[in-house]
């Protein structure tokens, strides 16, 4: 009997550390308005399909929530009404979720580059903001990363592929501990984490340097073939987006390919 609990224990451990892709979001309000996008904990992903989507032969980013107020540790998410209550609708009526325009955050890389150098950013001081417990290596690693760079594009390129080559995706990564500000964490000790990680740092990072980016976050919705195909938790992704004048909101990965 003891083997048997040990070793449903060690399974359970084991389930545990493989969750840690998933991120955990904490609902405040009732209708789902408003959460937190947590750079310190996760939950358990679970197997069952979430909804059903029209499939695409082209990966895409099905957008539920912005975050821009970052208070030092976690990311206030503000959910979008009109994506959250077409998959309960369509998760109620156990129908096909189609996705428009509007429902989906567009790649930079749909755009040629000389295009996005001569775009200037958009003006919006609320997604430049920093909270006070940004530490002075953060602001000087943006410094550096980024001044020989002629355009906002190029900045923030640089700041993605930094990231990409620099850190490590791994679903085991060590938490920050307690009162540590989870994006220096991430790039001067662990070095290590999974798409919240990730991007957020690379919001922080394209802040410092004076250009308005904001975290987002929804499913990966992956290529597919015709008709319809499912959407599971481990899908749940968190990305960030930079503004562009003419352009929006535009998707940048920071997790390595």
Request: aromatic fraction near 12%; proline fraction near 7%; hydrophobic fraction near 40%.
């Amino acid at each position: 009997m003891k083997r048997q609990i040990r070793t449903v224990f060690i399974a359970l451990m084991a389930f545990m550390l493989i969750a840690a892709v998933t991120i955990k979001l904490f609902d405040y309000k009732a209708d789902r308005q408003a959460s937190l996008l947590s750079l310190r904990e996760v939950i358990p992903p679970s197997g069952t399909a979430l909804f059903m989507v029209d499939s695409s032969p082209y990966a895409r980013y099905l957008r539920s929530s912005v975050g821009i107020a970052y208070d030092g540790q976690d990311w206030n998410l503000q959910g979008i009404a009109e994506v959250q209550e077409r998959l309960d609708r369509n998760r109620e009526e156990n129908g096909v979720f189609s996705p428009n325009a509007a429902c989906l955050s567009r790649s930079y890389r749909d755009y040629n580059r000389d295009i996005l150098n001569k775009v200037p950013v958009l003006n919006d001081p609320k997604c430049l903001e920093l909270p006070s417990n940004t530490s002075d290596r953060v602001k000087d690693l943006s410094r550096r990363i980024t001044e020989a760079m002629p355009t906002p594009f190029e900045k923030v390129k640089a700041i993605e592929t930094f990231l990409q080559v620099r850190y490590e995706y791994r679903m085991d990564y060590t938490s920050p501990p307690s009162g540590w500000e989870p994006n220096d964490w991430f790039l001067f000790e662990s070095k290590q984490g999974i798409c919240g990680n990730f991007n957020s740092a690379f919001v922080i990072l394209a802040r410092a340097s004076g250009i308005p980016a904001r975290m987002a976050t929804g499913y990966y919705l992956s290529p597919g073939n015709e008709g319809s195909q499912p959407v599971y938790p481990s899908q749940a992704h968190a990305w960030a987006e930079v503004g562009f004048s003419e352009l929006g909101w535009l998707a940048f990965e920071a997790v390595p390919p």
